[in-house]
């Protein structure tokens, strides 16, 4: 790996050579108080929304990349030299730096003019700041006199005004230095809280007051950007500290920064911590809280205490799914990267990374119902607030918002497919946790005074999904399913969807299995009814011969069918029908062959295949992208689990693990990868484009919850039932075995999976405790721990 690689202990990935193809970013946070940072420093913050509560400026656009960002500079007063304890935005000494990102954290180091520096980068649990714990050692023989800038650039508050409405927007910012507290204040006067872009004037202030402080005092400071940075320079070269002329001076308007200047000496071998704190403070209680807010993190034992809390909770989160594999790669991902990341993504949502500016869409529907099938195992507290706010966000007939805004603010698309996730998310919390009490839990429904049952709630969706097909009995497109650039397939007559019908008929499967394990037989029934409609719908009329068509179009014409010039097959419904459990084994299996002959690569399979290198406006946005990129012809992350999970289903453990590895993000050349070698990317470019294997639109992806499940649930066969925990693993031949920990309604399992005749699927005998028992479901167990024994065969 040219630009960095795993710590031993596999929690760290540490960049040794900073210019990376792309920032290569983490995510610091606490649920409230969120920052993304880079390699380089680059990043934003936020305060709750990305949207409303926007801290920190970035622009992803940017030239130079990657700005702005949390920096902090260097001057050597003695010899006039600046640098800074990240790469950027300096750029000087390249090979001088080495940066670690680990789980809620990134700490950069460098060794620069005789000074050794480290600056640790983390958010703390139990309070909205970020904390830039930095460390400087003198190194030489002689005593150095040093000043040392921190800088940020703000937002204050709506981040799209702030984008588009700079002109105006900047007469109502306020910011002023408190030298007995030595910290700048920041905050504006007027608040927009529209999602999208408005003249409508909001009579409001925005309702936080930022801070930025530090512990030792400041000899300066500077609140404004222009008389900081100067007029015609950028953050590489500040016109201040070149000519060491911080202001101090509070403003009233313009774009704000905040930098503070302190002034340091060192002794031959003497190191100094410096700490660097950027927050918020509710402005109802600014007053009551300024002082205790400001000062909470100066002393370095505060520091540490907080960072040892941060770490222990990542560790209680990891401790719920722990494998060791004869693979070093697959225990790195399934152990740390994935759960990792599937949390991140859980927490964060798609709206705020490096490609997602945070001011366009809220949280999606379908996103959050799938993100929450990976927290559920570890909090799933977290999970059913989620699954709760979910339900929210439905109308009495099913429909729901596609994206939505905090709760009670959406957008409807009529996308077809977003109702149904919703059962996903609740069959997998109560298959993990036990909590029938859930389907009682009463929430409102989006038309005013309507409420009912998380149970009524999944009625609701059967109706939508019921009332909501065409002339073929298979779901009506709308305005696009689980691919958002199939949009206008069928014009105003309105496509169909065959995947549709293949996903209705899984996730109307899980209901159906929960009906029954509730001993509800005639809802089950009726439940059944539908489901069995659409099985049908899809048999009848939608097998092409090798494969299944992806969908029917205005007048019945066909996409995804070997008739079609472009996007002849397409790989979501040759993996669903598995999923849903049709019943034609032999088109299941010829589906998946023609996978992995018409749409594997190099790469991954590939989303569809031949790519669209022609328009078509009667199919939509997928035929408008270039070929081999996003959804023409692109291996997608996402659907590629799917393909795993179905080859573990049939028995394929050897193809299933193939493409499981092939996915691995630690590829050997970043160059062409270009995205971060330790998380998932939503897709990578195929061999249907001259640049084959560039990765984009990294960490916010559904790939990462799902791969953690399908890793877990179906290559391990680790998988929760309503009665207990199910050992189905289906592994390559060329494992012994493997061992692995799963804590489960608070027990933890112990298991360890023998495979002396290198099988692909199949368990001869469990034994718990050394007890054989004669199913392959290992009962709830009242213990804290029990030891399983696996042997396949």
Same mark, same amino acid.
């Given at each position: 790996m040219?630009?960095g690689?795993?710590s031993?202990?596999?929690?760290?990935?540490?960049?040794?050579?900073?210019n990376?193809?792309?920032?290569?970013?983490n995510y610091?946070?606490?649920?409230?108080?969120?920052?993304?940072i880079s *390699?380089?420093?680059?990043?934003?913050?936020?305060?709750?929304s990305?949207?409303?509560?926007?801290i920190?400026?970035?622009?992803?656009?940017?030239?130079?990349?990657?700005?702005?960002?949390?920096?902090?500079?260097?001057?050597?007063?003695e010899t006039g030299?600046?640098w @800074?304890l990240t !790469?950027?935005?300096?750029?000087?000494?390249?090979e001088?730096?080495?940066?670690?990102?680990?789980?809620g954290?990134?700490?950069?180091e460098?060794s620069i003019?005789?000074i050794? @520096?480290?600056?640790?980068?983390?958010v703390?649990q139990?309070?909205d700041?970020?904390l830039?714990?930095?460390?400087?050692?003198?190194?030489?023989?002689k005593?150095?006199?040093?000043?040392?800038?921190?800088y940020?650039e703000?937002a204050?508050?709506?981040?799209l005004v702030?984008?588009? *409405?700079?002109c105006?927007d900047?007469?109502?910012n306020r910011s002023?230095?408190?030298?007995?507290l030595?910290a700048?204040?920041?905050?504006?006067?007027y608040?927009?809280? /529209?999602?999208?872009?408005?003249?409508?004037q909001?009579n409001?202030?925005?309702?936080?007051?930022?801070f930025?402080t530090?512990?030792?005092?400041a000899?300066?400071?500077e609140?404004?950007?222009?008389?900081?940075?100067g007029?015609?320079?950028?953050?590489? *070269?500040?016109?201040s500290i070149?000519?060491e002329?911080?202001?101090?001076q509070?403003t009233?308007?313009?774009?704000?920064?905040?930098a503070?200047?302190i002034?340091?000496?060192?002794?031959?071998?003497? $190191?100094?911590d410096?700490?660097?704190t950027?927050?918020v403070?509710?402005?109802? #209680?600014?007053?009551?809280?300024?002082e /205790?807010k400001?000062?909470?993190? #100066?002393?370095?034992?505060?520091i540490?205490?907080a960072?040892?809390k941060l770490?222990?909770?990542?560790?209680?989160?990891?401790?719920?799914t722990s494998v060791?594999?004869?693979?070093?790669?697959?225990?790195t991902?399934?152990?740390?990267w994935?759960p990792y990341?599937?949390?991140? =993504?859980?927490d964060?949502g798609?709206v705020?990374?490096?490609?997602?500016?945070?001011?366009?869409?809220?949280?999606?529907?379908?996103?959050?119902?799938q993100?929450t099938?990976? &927290?559920?195992?570890?909090?799933? +507290?977290?999970?059913?607030e989620?699954?709760l706010?979910?339900s929210r966000?439905?109308?009495?007939?099913?429909k729901?918002y596609?994206h939505?805004h905090?709760d009670?603010e959406? +957008?409807?698309?009529?996308?077809?497919?977003?109702?149904?996730?919703?059962?996903?998310?609740?069959?997998e919390?109560?298959?993990e $946790?036990g909590?029938f009490?859930?389907l009682?839990?009463k929430?409102?429904f989006?038309e005013?005074g309507?409420?009912?049952?998380?149970?009524d709630h999944?009625?609701?969706v059967?109706?939508y999904?019921?009332?909501?097909l065409?002339?073929h009995?298979?779901?009506?497109?709308?305005?696009?399913d689980?691919?958002?650039?199939?949009?206008?397939?069928?014009?105003?007559?309105?496509?169909?969807?065959?995947?549709?019908?293949?996903?209705?008929?899984?996730?109307?499967n899980?209901?159906?299995?929960?009906?029954d394990y509730?001993?509800?037989?005639k809802?089950k =029934?009726?439940?059944?009814?539908?489901r069995?409609?659409?099985? #049908?719908?899809?048999?009848?009329?939608?097998?092409?011969?090798e494969w299944?068509?992806?969908a029917?179009?205005?007048?019945?014409s066909?996409?995804?069918?070997?008739?079609?010039?472009?996007g002849?097959?397409?790989l979501n419904t /040759?993996?669903?029908?598995v999923l849903?459990?049709f019943?034609d084994?032999e088109?299941n299996v010829? =589906?998946?062959?023609?996978v992995?002959?018409?749409?594997?690569?190099p790469?991954?399979?590939?989303?569809c295949?031949?790519? !669209?290198?022609?328009?078509?406006?009667?199919?939509?946005?997928?035929?408008?992208?270039v070929?081999g990129?996003?959804?023409?012809?692109?291996?997608?992350c996402?659907?590629?689990?799917?393909?795993?999970?179905a080859?573990c289903?049939?028995?394929?453990s050897n193809?299933a693990?193939d493409?499981f #590895?092939?996915?691995?993000?630690?590829?050997?050349?970043s160059?062409?990868?270009?995205? +971060?070698?330790y &998380?998932y990317s939503q897709?990578?470019?195929s061999?249907?484009?001259?640049?084959?294997?560039?990765?984009s639109?990294?960490?916010?992806?559904?790939s990462a =919850?799902?791969?953690?499940?399908?890793?877990?649930?179906?290559i391990?066969?680790?998988r929760?039932?309503?009665?207990?925990?199910l050992?189905?693993?289906?592994?390559?031949t060329?494992?012994?075995?493997?061992?692995?920990k799963r804590?489960?309604r608070?027990?933890l399992?112990?298991?360890? &999976?023998f495979?002396? /005749?290198?099988?692909?699927?199949?368990?001869?005998?469990?034994?718990?405790d @050394?007890?054989?028992?004669?199913?392959?479901?290992?009962?709830?167990s009242?213990?804290?721990e029990?030891?399983?024994k696996?042997?396949?065969?």
């Amino acid at each position: 790996m040219q630009y960095g690689y795993f710590s031993k202990d596999k929690k760290e990935y540490i960049i040794t050579k900073m210019n990376t193809p792309s920032p290569w970013i983490n995510y610091l946070y606490n649920g409230r108080y969120f920052t993304s940072i880079s *390699n380089n420093g680059g990043g934003m913050s936020y305060f709750k929304s990305p949207l409303h509560g926007r801290i920190t400026r970035y622009r992803i656009n940017e030239v130079p990349h990657d700005r702005p960002g949390k920096y902090l500079y260097i001057k050597d007063n003695e010899t006039g030299e600046v640098w @800074s304890l990240t !790469w950027q935005p300096v750029g000087k000494h390249l090979e001088a730096y080495k940066l670690a990102h680990g789980f809620g954290y990134t700490r950069s180091e460098a060794s620069i003019n005789g000074i050794d @520096s480290s600056v640790l980068y983390f958010v703390p649990q139990d309070d909205d700041q970020e904390l830039w714990k930095t460390t400087l050692k003198n190194i030489t023989d002689k005593p150095r006199k040093l000043s040392v800038y921190g800088y940020v650039e703000l937002a204050l508050g709506h981040a799209l005004v702030d984008l588009i *409405n700079q002109c105006d927007d900047q007469h109502f910012n306020r910011s002023h230095f408190e030298k007995d507290l030595n910290a700048i204040f920041s905050t504006k006067t007027y608040w927009v809280t /529209q999602t999208k872009g408005t003249q409508q004037q909001e009579n409001k202030e925005w309702d936080q007051w930022t801070f930025f402080t530090a512990n030792h005092a400041a000899s300066s400071y500077e609140t404004v950007r222009e008389r900081f940075i100067g007029l015609y320079r950028n953050e590489n *070269n500040p016109e201040s500290i070149e000519k060491e002329m911080l202001s101090s001076q509070d403003t009233d308007f313009g774009n704000v920064v905040n930098a503070l200047k302190i002034d340091i000496e060192l002794q031959p071998g003497e $190191t100094k911590d410096l700490i660097f704190t950027l927050g918020v403070i509710e402005k109802l #209680k600014f007053e009551e809280l300024k002082e /205790q807010k400001v000062n909470k993190y #100066k002393d370095v034992a505060v520091i540490d205490a907080a960072f040892k809390k941060l770490n222990k909770s990542w560790d209680d989160y990891f401790a719920h799914t722990s494998v060791e594999t004869p693979d070093d790669d697959v225990n790195t991902f399934m152990k740390y990267w994935m759960p990792y990341q599937a949390k991140v =993504a859980f927490d964060v949502g798609r709206v705020a990374s490096f490609y997602y500016w945070g001011i366009g869409r809220g949280f999606g529907f379908r996103d959050t119902s799938q993100d929450t099938i990976a &927290v559920t195992i570890s909090n799933p +507290e977290k999970a059913k607030e989620r699954i709760l706010l979910l339900s929210r966000q439905m109308r009495t007939d099913g429909k729901v918002y596609h994206h939505f805004h905090g709760d009670g603010e959406g +957008e409807f698309t009529h996308h077809c497919d977003d109702p149904l996730w919703f059962m996903l998310a609740v069959s997998e919390y109560l298959k993990e $946790t036990g909590d029938f009490d859930l389907l009682n839990n009463k929430q409102r429904f989006i038309e005013e005074g309507k409420e009912g049952s998380i149970l009524d709630h999944m009625y609701a969706v059967v109706n939508y999904a019921k009332n909501n097909l065409g002339i073929h009995g298979l779901p009506v497109f709308g305005r696009g399913d689980w691919n958002d650039t199939l949009d206008y397939i069928g014009g105003d007559e309105g496509g169909e969807s065959v995947w549709g019908g293949m996903f209705y008929a899984a996730m109307l499967n899980l209901f159906i299995e929960l009906l029954d394990y509730l001993d509800k037989q005639k809802e089950k =029934a009726e439940v059944s009814i539908v489901r069995d409609k659409l099985v #049908k719908a899809v048999e009848d009329n939608c097998w092409d011969g090798e494969w299944y068509i992806r969908a029917f179009g205005g007048k019945g014409s066909k996409v995804g069918s070997h008739e079609n010039k472009y996007g002849k097959i397409f790989l979501n419904t /040759q993996i669903w029908p598995v999923l849903a459990g049709f019943p034609d084994k032999e088109r299941n299996v010829t =589906a998946l062959n023609s996978v992995k002959k018409y749409l594997d690569s190099p790469e991954g399979p590939k989303k569809c295949s031949p790519a !669209w290198k022609e328009i078509d406006p009667n199919i939509g946005l997928v035929t408008r992208c270039v070929w081999g990129k996003k959804e023409n012809g692109a291996v997608f992350c996402h659907p590629t689990t799917w393909v795993i999970q179905a080859e573990c289903m049939l028995g394929r453990s050897n193809q299933a693990f193939d493409y499981f #590895k092939k996915m691995l993000p630690n590829r050997i050349d970043s160059d062409i990868f270009v995205a +971060e070698p330790y &998380v998932y990317s939503q897709y990578i470019t195929s061999n249907e484009h001259s640049h084959a294997g560039r990765a984009s639109h990294s960490w916010q992806t559904g790939s990462a =919850a799902w791969m953690y499940r399908v890793s877990y649930d179906y290559i391990l066969g680790l998988r929760p039932s309503y009665n207990g925990l199910l050992i189905d693993p289906a592994i390559p031949t060329h494992w012994d075995g493997f061992k692995a920990k799963r804590i489960y309604r608070g027990c933890l399992y112990i298991i360890e &999976v023998f495979n002396p /005749q290198h099988l692909e699927k199949g368990v001869k005998e469990i034994f718990v405790d @050394s007890v054989k028992i004669d199913r392959n479901v290992l009962p709830v167990s009242t213990l804290k721990e029990c030891n399983v024994k696996v042997i396949m065969g």
